[in-house]
């Protein structure tokens, strides 16, 4: 399990280099697009422009939800990370838009290309710093499951793909095959609205308290009916807020059992529970039998 501090760590951490590795991109890439006039390189531009703000919005969501639970907020402030998941989406829906607006205009009134080899240096460097920072996201996600986090790494994603199109595109017009960047331009402008999409669905998910999967909740169970004394369990129910999970669930128990006993029963299907998922915040009621 990540210790508490070390998380916060690294989740401020991976905000920032999105941050900065935004900013780098938007600043080659207005330079390359500049010399160049490639609507496929104006395309991952503007789709750089809006990964920063969306990068700072995250940063600043992160920041929030990672504030303990207070008395307005008694379950945290972990859903900051999916509003920040639906920003992004929003960002990256309206970028997808703009890139198709100038793709069809390029390509009713085509343009020649100018300085390519400019955009071809920046977009290798696109690729090279974006595949380290999915590297880092990759690493993050897995030991802290944020949500923030994995919506930036799936627009990023998408960013790789973005900039490998680019790249050919650019290689393409200066070998003679000028018009493919306009139609590149168009389907990189589909392919990032379906990742717009895709967030959107995930960041809704958590926000609307969709339940774990269901394995995951039959493991729980299973893990809970495996404890000495316990008879039975219902009604589980399970949310996520942020990389916390809240369970809740009810304990079959004998009639008989002293108060003290049950009690003691609860406890351990709580901390079984949290031995096998670290990130479950559990709450158990005892019912008799």
Same mark, same amino acid.
Request: hydrophobic fraction near 55%; charge should be neutral.
């Given at each position: 399990?990540?210790?508490?501090?070390?998380?916060?760590?690294?989740?401020?951490?991976?905000?920032?280099?999105?941050?900065?590795?935004?900013?780098? #991109?938007?600043?080659?890439?207005?330079?390359?697009?500049?010399?160049?006039?490639?609507?496929?390189?104006?395309?991952?531009?503007?789709?750089?422009? #809006?990964?920063?703000?969306?990068?700072?919005?995250?940063?600043?969501?992160?920041?929030?939800?990672?504030?303990?639970?207070?008395?307005?907020?008694?379950?945290?402030?972990?859903?900051?990370?999916?509003?920040?998941?639906?920003?992004?989406?929003?960002?990256?829906?309206?970028?997808?838009?703009?890139?198709?607006?100038?793709?069809?205009?390029?390509?009713?009134?085509?343009?020649?290309?100018?300085?390519?080899?400019?955009?071809?240096?920046?977009?290798?460097?696109?690729?090279?710093?974006?595949?380290?920072?999915?590297?880092?996201?990759?690493?993050?996600?897995?030991?802290?499951?944020?949500?923030?986090?994995?919506?930036?790494?799936?627009?990023?994603?998408?960013?790789?793909?973005?900039?490998?199109?680019?790249?050919?595109?650019?290689? #393409?017009?200066?070998?003679?095959?000028?018009?493919?960047?306009?139609?590149?331009?168009?389907?990189?402008?589909?392919?990032?609205?379906?990742?717009?999409?895709?967030?959107?669905?995930?960041?809704?998910?958590?926000?609307?308290?969709?339940?774990?999967?269901?394995?995951?909740?039959?493991?729980?169970?299973?893990?809970?009916?495996?404890?000495?004394?316990? *008879?039975?369990?219902?009604?589980?129910?399970?949310?996520?807020?942020?990389?916390?999970?809240?369970?809740?669930?009810? #304990?079959?128990?004998?009639?008989?059992?002293?108060?003290?006993?049950?009690?003691?029963?609860?406890?351990?299907?709580?901390?079984?529970?949290?031995?096998?998922?670290? *990130?479950?915040?559990?709450?158990?009621?005892?019912?008799?039998?």
């Amino acid at each position: 399990m990540t210790a508490p501090a070390e998380h916060q760590r690294l989740l401020r951490l991976a905000t920032r280099a999105s941050l900065t590795v935004a900013s780098i #991109l938007v600043l080659s890439k207005a330079v390359a697009w500049w010399l160049s006039g490639s609507v496929s390189l104006l395309a991952g531009l503007t789709d750089s422009a #809006l990964d920063a703000v969306a990068s700072f919005l995250n940063l600043l969501a992160v920041h929030y939800a990672l504030r303990p639970a207070d008395d307005d907020h008694r379950f945290g402030h972990g859903k900051a990370e999916a509003l920040a998941g639906m920003a992004q989406a929003l960002f990256i829906g309206v970028s997808a838009v703009l890139i198709g607006v100038q793709a069809v205009e390029r390509l009713q009134a085509p343009q020649p290309l100018g300085d390519t080899a400019a955009g071809i240096a920046v977009m290798l460097l696109s690729l090279v710093l974006t595949v380290a920072l999915l590297a880092f996201q990759r690493k993050v996600i897995r030991l802290t499951g944020s949500t923030a986090v994995r919506a930036d790494s799936l627009h990023y994603r998408s960013d790789l793909l973005l900039n490998g199109s680019i790249l050919l595109a650019l290689v #393409l017009a200066r070998f003679g095959w000028p018009q493919l960047d306009a139609l590149f331009g168009l389907a990189i402008a589909f392919y990032i609205l379906w990742s717009a999409v895709q967030i959107a669905r995930q960041s809704t998910a958590i926000l609307m308290d969709q339940e774990l999967p269901a394995d995951v909740s039959e493991r729980m169970l299973e893990v809970v009916l495996a404890i000495p004394g316990v *008879k039975g369990a219902h009604d589980l129910r399970t949310r996520v807020s942020g990389s916390h999970w809240f369970v809740q669930l009810h #304990l079959e128990l004998p009639g008989t059992l002293p108060l003290d006993a049950a009690h003691e029963l609860c406890v351990q299907a709580s901390q079984a529970i949290r031995a096998r998922y670290p *990130k479950a915040d559990v709450m158990v009621h005892a019912d008799p039998v």
